[in-house]
């Protein structure tokens, strides 16, 4: 099977158009933080050929605030490829103005409403005991 696991956690109390945001934004991360994780081209059955993603499965969890923040704490202690989405990044408009709304948050009590995580599969288990899967 696979060596890695990969898991987005997204925060539970936002609105469904907020977390599908989320998700994509942290899928993003995920695939420029691990690019030896990408799967090949797809080419349909007339030759077209179309993007790739990445090779293994992204589990989706959800998660309070508490919990994003736990498995934060616990993917940095395990040194874990994080990708954090911060509430102020919800009113942003670009990049470098989210990279700046995310440099301005308390390190020790981030904001967050989306964590991807990936790493050894035992690892990222441990960083994300307890949280349930998405609904």
Known sequence: ???????????DDLAVWQR????????????????DAMGEPYIDGKGNRYGNMLGQPMLAFEAD?????AAHRKGLE?????????????????????????????????????????GPKKAVDKAIKGLQLHK
Do not use: W
């Open 20 to 35: 599908l945001n989320v998700a994509a934004f942290l899928a993003t991360g995920i695939a420029s933080a691990a690019p």
């Open 78 to 118: 395990r040194e874990l490829t994080l990708i954090p989405y911060v509430q102020a990044m919800f009113s942003t408009g670009c990049d470098e103005d989210n990279r700046q709304a995310f440099l301005a948050e308390d390190a020790d009590s981030l904001n967050l409403v989306g964590l991807a995580i990936r």
């Open 1 to 11: 099977m696979f060596d890695t696991k990969v898991a987005l956690i997204i925060r």
């Open 65 to 69: 605030l508490h919990g994003l923040q």
